[in-house]
């Protein structure tokens, strides 16, 4: 199926031609029928000579309905501009050429009617010329009329042409379905019709409806007025959705395959119309089917930043429309440069940004993108509508080459520096660093601290594990008197006199010169393996005083001392509060 949208000024016969070409009534209002004119969208298809399907989206032409007909043509790929042989070019022509235009829609005919009613050459001729200046380019036209069926079937051939140049829809593609309808049916529910651009629906597919907390699901396709399993883009499709309401899914609304979106109330874009200076500070953003009201900002001399009333599904290089609805005027089109901009709140930060985008063209540019943002998760770059075009530094997070080298280098620094500034501690915090460097994941920095770097315990370092050379002089004073002891602890005045404090003995137990086994209760590394021989040589079970006894030390350090050889496995406690060495067996030794 081809999707076409008819264009033109009120009263020069679109719902009429699209009548005749297709037996079918597209107006659907019994207003619009008793009036003959279009006041909503219409919408009707026929099969050309070829056997493809076309269907027509019919679009009023009157003035006060151009938000209707901006509705109808946002998603179509092409357009069948109608203009009257007896009235030639006129306002709502040029209104309605000038969206498609802003639009970028490039592909298009003309069909010139009444030609029983006046020679279609001048009508012709002049239209010919605005389409020629337009995106449109040069297109075929054709005299008709509807009412003797002159030329209607070389309008079928006409048409025939125009949808075999149009580039197929990829069905792999995110679905994004702008809502232009939507009412009620008996017994099944709420119903909303759209153009389908690109991938493919399915009956029962869970999908995200823009402005609704939950998702939504598919509970029957229709397209061309037949029910149907599937349906790819392009295409009219009628979809019946379980669990929300009509009024929660109005025109301008879209459903959206699940995460592949990124809903924007703030964009960068490039204006192609009216001098951005000039510009109101209010106007109507028109995209897809929906019209939201937005405050202008400018940046550059064709560029500004639009805050929009509420967010929409947009991608880089989207084309969208500004009108002004008091002047009945349109602005100019936009092309969408960034969906996810940088903040402007620094001095110069706004003509920095105008510079950054005048180098960007609208077309998804992953490197680009890259060195932008310097970090971006490769899921949020794809919602903005560009493929990642390089590997994950870690998980999900792309990284540009030259900020990944320049962040690697100043995690050395601070790896350094913090060194320096806490000799005592085992490396720096992993936290610490990522808020020193500004980076929104610990995985980062772990990802970052390769070789000479090392990442142990939450913490990163050289991988030195060297104790600075005041704290092993500390820790050999303090162990210098109790040389024939080996299991005496220094008194806790000692250490406090010798500077050894709480930081001071973590920071000798990380090196390895110390065991802590209580607060201020130290002995030298290795002093519980040496224990536990002396205690194997006990008669097995053996009480606590025999312990202290054999290892000639306090109390203060024996109880700690046996509770941590429990914990390690060395030494098993009895129910009577005896112990026994475990992996002993011989005589005397206790099962």
């Known amino acids: 199926m081809h999707v076409v949208a008819t264009a033109g000024h009120v009263d020069h016969g679109k719902s009429t031609l699209v009548r005749a070409l297709t037996g079918m009534e597209p107006d659907r209002w019994a207003e619009e029928r008793r009036r003959g004119m279009t006041i909503d969208l219409g919408f009707a298809w026929t099969r050309l000579p070829s056997g493809e399907t076309v269907a027509f989206v019919d679009v009023p032409g009157h003035e006060r309905f151009v938000p209707n007909m901006l509705a109808g043509i946002g998603p179509v790929p092409a357009a069948m501009i109608v203009v009257a042989a007896d009235e030639g070019w006129m306002p709502q022509s040029a209104e309605h050429l000038a969206a498609l235009?802003?639009?970028?829609?490039?592909?298009?005919?003309?069909?010139?009617t009444r030609a029983d009613l006046a020679d279609p050459a001048p009508a012709t001729e002049r239209?010919?010329?605005?389409?020629?200046?337009?995106?449109?380019?040069?297109?075929?036209?054709?005299?008709?009329?509807?009412?003797?069926?002159?030329?209607?079937?070389?309008?079928?051939?006409?048409?025939?042409?125009?949808?075999?140049?149009?580039?197929?829809?990829?069905?792999?593609?995110?679905?994004?379905?702008?809502?232009d309808r939507s009412f009620t049916v008996r017994g099944a529910g709420t119903v909303v019709t759209g153009t389908l651009g690109a991938g493919r629906l399915r009956q029962g597919d869970e999908l995200e409806l823009t402005g609704a907390a939950r998702p939504v699901r598919?509970?029957?396709?229709?397209?061309?007025?037949?029910?149907?399993?599937?349906?790819?883009?392009?295409?009219?499709?009628?979809?019946?959705?379980?669990?929300?309401?009509?009024?929660?899914?109005?025109r301008g609304r879209a459903l959206l395959s699940p995460g592949r979106f990124l809903l924007t109330d703030l964009i960068d874009v490039r204006v192609n119309g009216d001098p951005v200076a000039g510009l109101p500070a209010s106007l109507t953003l028109h995209t897809g089917s929906a019209a939201v009201p937005v405050r202008v900002r400018p940046l550059g001399a064709d560029t500004a930043?639009?805050?929009?009333?509420?967010?929409?599904?947009?991608?880089?290089?989207?084309?969208?429309?500004?009108?002004?609805?008091?002047?009945?005027?349109?602005?100019?089109?936009?092309?969408?440069?960034?969906?996810?901009?940088?903040?402007?709140?620094?001095?110069?930060?706004?003509?920095?940004?105008?510079?950054?985008?005048?180098?960007?063209?609208?077309?998804?540019?992953?490197?680009?993108?890259?060195?932008?943002?310097?970090?971006?998760?490769?899921?949020?770059?794809?919602?903005?509508?560009?493929?990642?075009?390089?590997?994950?530094?870690?998980?999900?997070?792309?990284?540009?080459?030259?900020?990944?080298?320049?962040?690697?280098?100043?995690?050395?620094?601070?790896?350094?520096r913090h060194a320096r500034e806490h000799p005592l501690e085992p490396g720096a915090p992993v936290d610490a660093l990522r808020h020193r460097l500004g980076l929104p994941a610990r995985a980062l920095v772990e990802a970052l601290a390769g070789a000479p770097l090392v990442v142990r315990g939450g913490r990163v370092s050289t991988g030195s594990t060297a104790p600075p050379g005041e704290l092993v002089a500390s820790v050999d004073r303090a162990f210098a008197d109790l040389s024939a002891r080996p299991f005496a602890a220094p008194e806790a005045y000692r250490l406090a006199e010798l500077g050894l404090g709480g930081r001071q003995i973590g920071a000798a137990v990380h090196a390895g010169l110390?065991?802590?086994?209580?607060?201020?209760?130290?002995?030298?590394?290795?002093?519980?393996?040496?224990a536990v021989r002396v205690l194997a040589a006990l008669p097995q079970p053996f009480t606590l005083s025999e312990a202290r006894s054999a290892l000639d030390t306090s109390r203060r350090v024996i109880v700690p001392l046996m509770e941590l050889l429990d914990r390690t496995g060395s030494t098993r406690r009895l129910p009577d509060a005896r112990r026994t060495v475990v992996g002993l067996r011989g005589p005397g030794v206790a099962p």
């Open 101 to 112: 235009d802003a639009l970028g829609v490039r592909h298009g005919l003309l069909v010139v």
């Open 127 to 179: 239209a010919l010329r605005e389409i020629a200046a337009t995106s449109l380019g040069a297109v075929a036209a054709v005299g008709v009329s509807p009412v003797t069926g002159a030329g209607l079937d070389e309008l079928r051939a006409a048409l025939d042409r125009l949808v075999a140049a149009l580039p197929p829809a990829d069905p792999e593609e995110a679905v994004r379905l702008w809502i």
């Open 218 to 250: 598919v509970r029957g396709l229709q397209s061309l007025g037949a029910p149907v399993d599937q349906v790819g883009g392009t295409s009219r499709v009628a979809v019946n959705l379980r669990g929300v309401t009509k009024a929660a899914a109005g």
């Open 305 to 416: 930043r639009l805050r929009l009333g509420s967010p929409l599904p947009l991608r880089i290089g989207d084309r969208a429309l500004l009108r002004d609805p008091g002047r009945h005027h349109v602005a100019g089109g936009v092309t969408v440069l960034d969906v996810a901009p940088p903040g402007l709140s620094r001095r110069g930060a706004a003509a920095a940004r105008a510079a950054e985008l005048a180098t960007m063209d609208g077309r998804p540019d992953p490197a680009g993108e890259l060195r932008r943002r310097g970090l971006v998760r490769r899921d949020e770059l794809a919602r903005m509508g560009v493929a990642a075009g390089t590997n994950p530094v870690t998980g999900e997070w792309l990284a540009d080459p030259g900020h990944w080298a320049a962040l690697r280098a100043r995690l050395v620094d601070e790896v350094a």
């Open 514 to 530: 110390v065991v802590r086994l209580a607060e201020n209760v130290i002995l030298r590394a290795g002093a519980p393996q040496v």
